[in-house]
């Protein structure tokens, strides 16, 4: 047994490596570094590299760079004299075009973008769709640098996939694609030279990170070689092993914790400080560099801490004004694991464990009223599965008793007896205002081959008292699992709409198979078969032939079709009302207001009227930042080949991050050039823009009203223009003004020079 002594000289970093969401902090880290401080290592940092990157690309100095760059790399001038636009080249022009129209006014916008989401001004709808309309175009023109790079705030994907160790390998060397190299090279690795850590944790969460994660751990290894770079995290619970099986990694690497790392990573950290044996570290999977190759070592497992001994995790180091959001939300967990562990597609009861285990409620308040007196703010995401139905209830008397003051949401499963008029009552009172339950479809046959354990009668009551009480409900669903047919799918579509009135939001999902869930594990229940690919060596996710209902890419088209009658009846989904939902603690913070979930789908709604109702106003003149730019192709007909379900598979999945195969031949075989066709795209940030294709003879026009300085100006210089000529500027105008192009001289942003 290793002595545990003094270990204030013995360095560690805890590092959130690129790509997780920008609007919260990372609650596994400050868990991490709380239980090694517990436990005598006084020297221990946490560093969120993904936010340091978002705020740093998120500038107008790179944003500057990055259109430079953009420019260079993607040369408008290739497609000028071409007949047609072949398949290969859509994504270019497409990147070409919006970084080459966009890039001075984001640069130009970005400060104050960023100035509104931290702000007050985040409240003020008018001033938070075009700052974060903002963001993601910067984000567009850093992805365009880096072309076919794509960073997003959800996702982070190369034109490598990273079920494939080679391609990992590659990427995480590319200085033409991965924008990361340079930045860690310039901005985090100064940083720990100087902090000269021993041990190195990199947290890998999503598979988004995992090729940042590994290029980050290459140079580090490369810098400091007798640091050892360790990681851990959910989604190497999952492809951990298969990641050490390639002694390559080596390069990266030196170790993977598995499942919980407290007591891993405090035990790996003793024993390198007193220059033990690795192999007595429980839950580690390690590489022996004794030999001629690196060698995969695999540890017997560590039992997990008891919750409630656990220390309140350490937030210190995390730069809290730095996330897009005008409050902070703290991320704390109630329970590990799932008490249910039943549903046939879900694979977080075996990754996130080992087991099922939960704090009392009186420790979890102990530490949310610590942490709300630290950093003064009331709002929390309770990280869970799902709550048992005793904590539905102990959990909010625990709050109310001790007047907690606090405003949460979390995940939740449908427990009818739990979350009756009473239990919600009781839940918004302690200061719960959004929960999201896992509904997954509207079939009852499905229903019962997912094993959820839970009727549609039941979850619509369960839905419709929450709402009631004021808590707004969001629904999880899926499409595409086995057997499912269009008609079924579109049964899950009509009862939400159907039910619109308490279901607020719809996180959407086609559905995946991974090696973990039992879908994978007895493909025969479910009336599949599993397809493998032999050369994706880290494999997880995989492709499947249904011996009834939608193949894959006709469940890809149900997804569409759903989204878009989402996107029809649901307020909050409509227009760029939709941006409240993609910023997943943005809409919370407006219910943590005690904004009631009616009132804030009212607002949606009558924002949607309003800018469809727009018409043309006397005072109308150009956006001050508007840019237009002359094309040789249609913008608007390379949009719609690539929101093709079949060109979209080209690209890494969103959850997966895998490539489909043979998906490329099918979309080139389907999915034909684009013709050369002039037009004119235009894009203003100021106005609340989108990009926007034009006709040419906008144009003229455009630099009329701009010349003349208003709608009404423009009108009274054409007089004796035909009354069917001047109605046609109005329409045209007024059309221009919906799109946000016009806007009324009133506003200062449009009296702004370019």
Known sequence: MIQRTDASDFAVELIFPPQGHFTQPTLALPCLAAYLEANGFGNVHITDASIEAYDRFLSAEYLEFAAERAARRLDLQRFEGLDELPFEELENYRAAVESSVSGAAVAAGIEDAKAVIRGERCFDADAYVPAVRTLYHGLRLVSAAWHPTQLTPHNFTMAYANDRSDEILAAVRDEDQNPFIEHFRTQLLPQLIERAPRVVGLSVIYGSQLIPALTLGRLIKEALPDCHVTAGGGFLAYIGAKLMAVPAMADCLDSIIFHEGEGPLLALCETLRAGGDLGLVGSLTWFDTSGDAPASVKNAALHPVKLDEAPVPNFDDLPLDKYFSPEVVIPYDINRGCYYGECAFCTLPTVIGPGYRTRSAGSIVDHVLALKEKHGTRNFNFITDCMPPGMIKDLPAELVQRQANI??????????????????????????????????????????????????????????????????????????????????????????????????????????????????????????????????????????????????????????????????HLPIFSGDNIFYFMQKSHYFLHLARDTSPAEFVERCRARTAERTGRGAQDDLAPSGDLQLLRLPFSYAAVLERLAHPLARAIRPDFLTGRFVEGAVDAARAELTSVPAKAALLAYAGSGSSEFCELSTDAEPLLGALRSKGSLKALLDAHAQASPAARARVTEFAAELHRLGLLMPTSDAAALQPV
């Open 407 to 568: 405003r949460w949401w979390a995940d939740a499963r449908v427990e009818p007896r739990a979350y009756d008029a009473e239990g919600a009552a009781l839940l918004y009172e302690s200061g719960c205002r959004k929960l999201l339950f896992g509904f997954e479809t509207a079939t009852p046959r499905l229903l019962k081959m997912m094993q959820k354990g839970q009727s549609l009668k039941s979850t619509i009551q369960v839905a419709r008292n929450c709402a009631e009480a004021g808590i707004s409900v969001t629904f999880y669903a899926m499409v595409g699992f086995p057997s499912e047919t269009r008609e079924e799918a579109q049964s899950t579509l009509d009862f939400i709409i159907e039910h619109s009135d308490i279901v607020r939001e719809v996180s959407l999902q086609t559905f995946h198979i991974d090696e973990v869930a039992k879908t994978y594990k007895h493909p025969e229940q479910f009336g599949m078969r599993v397809i493998s690919d032999p050369a994706a060596d880290l494999q997880l996710y995989h492709d499947y032939e249904s011996d009834t209902g939608m193949t894959q890419a006709e469940a890809a088209e149900a997804f569409d079709a759903m989204m878009s009658g989402f996107k029809q």
